[in-house]
């Protein structure tokens, strides 16, 4: 390993202002430098001597180098993940200060690579150069059931927007309005990413999740309840705080689940009154309703405040099961998956269209409203 | 640090609808004019009420890839950015003159810039012209030829019609075309009956919409009797009642408009250099390379 002369340059430079980063400790006295790492102390160091000492501690110079000089932007959210993304210490977050890896620690297992996930995602940071490792780390991405992929199988990008096609469209091509479906494609990289260009990239993948994990470590994620999310509407979704409470309910068990997103709902039906339906473990926070829930909420309010009637129909005991089989079917997205001949299953295509041909006349479904 | 936040629609259904938002959007991130650009949407992610969290930006200009000022200008917008202050008195507009309001975003602790949509920008006309350049490519197109501009209209709404008529009456004025006409989908006078309101046997016809979609990939080819159904397409230019009809779809996918997002951030401040110039320049090559000269993949909304 090797520090390079620009490197001591510069921090020598930031000296005299006192450094303190990641256990690497100098300040600077008329001209007399202390030096601490948490392994080693000097002091009465002076110009030269300080950089005969540095070489010594070169894994905390170029880790200094890396964080203060190429990724910079302290407090941002970029920074805090590229931390998280190797375990180190997150200093924004107070009850995470004691926890991550040190920095010796650290670039061993860089050298190997640091492998995490973040949704169906899964990052690799390493050292550019793995021999004699400068400090530069990289960025490697890809889907996590890509993780025992040989990157000649895959389809490997290193421009971010790239990402955008790749989030667009689901395996049977069809499109992904939420970007945070479980539903990502797998089949493709990124490799060779700078730190900027790994968080646009998973910008372009899941939009707005970086900046969100960063307010919820800091313990400032701003979350809007239903109740505010519903009243702030205008136009044609003015209607939906008139869904009821319970509809609400409903409404985050048919979308707001980890089989459907991978955000954890943070928001509740109002501050203090909780939704019956768990918020699920998705590994992102959700702070508000989104554009789809509020869409389909439309028309749940609309559909909702349309009066109940009670009606008659002639159904056997298996058809009326084999309703229950049909709506279960569509709901877990499973009728692709019904076999052709396999006629034992409610939602089988054959059964619902005899179903369909027994009981649904020219005028709709046979059913007489008796409460009139 | 200064950012670029472009604010358009999307949809839930249609994945080609924010497809202009990221080609402007890639265009001005080519020029290195802003240190972020960010595409934010009503429809898709990231939504208008998450955009400014993922910015590192103190200066952010919001420049709205809208046709009009109305509905989602003024109210839709600056609520979902949290604009707590914004009034659309603070545009002090007749409908077509919104440059931009200067406000804070106090959650998030930077300053707004919140400019008017690119659709009422002078600028805009430029765009309308070189659309149909491309769609006649001809670069010198004018003489004996009639332009149609052609909006959605609404009677809800009337700032809808006056960004319309605003560019067609600056077009007209440099008695560049030999007719200049703004027709609308859903008001007077309409597009369905073009070729009554030109004498020139050519026609150019210039949807003022940002992306291709329902309306102008189906509605208005079928309105305008250039094709009988839209999956079939139609041809450039087409014939109908004896009058040659080029149409070429949405002039929100014309390369240049990203010149007019740019304009829009530099009335409200923003500093870009040359950047105006590479665009430009860019958007001149792409028009004279990419120039596709058929249309009719229907997309829906």
Known sequence: MTISSDDLETLLERASDGISFDGLRIAETDGDYSLETPDNEWHGLDEAALRETLETCEEYVT???????????????????????????????????????????????????????????????????????DGERVYDLWHVDDADSDLVDLEVYD??????????????????PLKTAPTLVSGWAFTGLSGAELVETIGFLYPATIANWHRELRGNLDIDHWTETAERQTGIYDVIDELPREA?????????????CLRRREWEYDEDDDLDVDGGDGPFPCREPCSLVVAAARKWAILESEEEHTYELELTTSELNQLEELIDAVAEGRTDEIREADVYDGANRYRARYLRAKRVGEGGLEATQVDE | M???????????????ASDPTYAHADTIRETGAFDEVREAFWKEEPHFREVVR???????????????????????IPRELRLDDWDPEKWDSDGTSASQATLEADDVGKTIHYCGPVGTHDAMTDVIVQRAETAME?????????????????????????????????????????????????????????????ESDDIVVVPLFIADGYHTQEDIPED?????????GWDVPAEVDGHRIWYTGAVGTEALMAD?????????????????????????????????PSAGTGAGD
Request: glycine share 8%.
């Open chain 1, 63 to 133: 880790n200094w180098r890396y964080w203060q000089e190429t990724v910079g932007g302290e407090g941002t959210a970029r920074r805090a993940f590229l931390r998280w993304c190797e375990h180190a210490p997150l200093p924004d977050a107070d009850e995470h200060t004691t926890e991550g890896l040190a920095v010796p620690t650290r670039y061993d297992a860089l050298r190997n690579g640091i492998d995490r996930q973040w949704g169906q995602l899964s990052i690799t940071v390493r050292f550019v150069d793995v021999d004699d490792p």
């Open chain 1, 159 to 176: 421009d971010p927007r790239d990402a955008r096609d790749i989030a667009t469209y689901d395996e049977d091509g069809r499109y992904r």
């Open chain 1, 248 to 260: 609400v309910d409903w409404m985050a068990e048919a979308c707001c689940v980890d089989s459907q």
């Open chain 2, 2 to 16: 200064q950012a670029l936040v472009i604010a358009a629609h999307g949809s839930h259904l249609n994945p080609d």
């Open chain 2, 54 to 76: 993922t910015l590192e930006a103190d200066e952010v200009f919001v420049v709205p890839l809208f046709i009009s000022e109305g509905y989602f200008t003024e109210q839709v």
């Open chain 2, 138 to 198: 001809d670069p010198d197109v004018g003489e004996g030829v009639g332009l149609s501009v052609v909006g959605h209209g609404t009677e809800r709404n009337e700032n809808s019609a006056k960004a319309i008529e605003y560019h067609s009456e600056r077009i007209r004025d440099r008695d560049r075309f030999d007719e200049v006409e703004a027709l609308f989908m859903d008001e007077e006078p309409e597009v369905d009956d073009v070729t009554d309101y030109f």
């Open chain 2, 224 to 232: 305008m009797g250039l094709t009988e159904d839209y999956r079939l």
């Open chain 2, 260 to 292: 007019v997002v740019l304009e829009r951030a530099t009335d409200a401040g923003a500093d870009i250099g040359d950047a105006r110039e590479t665009v430009r320049d860019l958007a001149g090559s792409v028009a004279d390379a990419d120039h596709e």
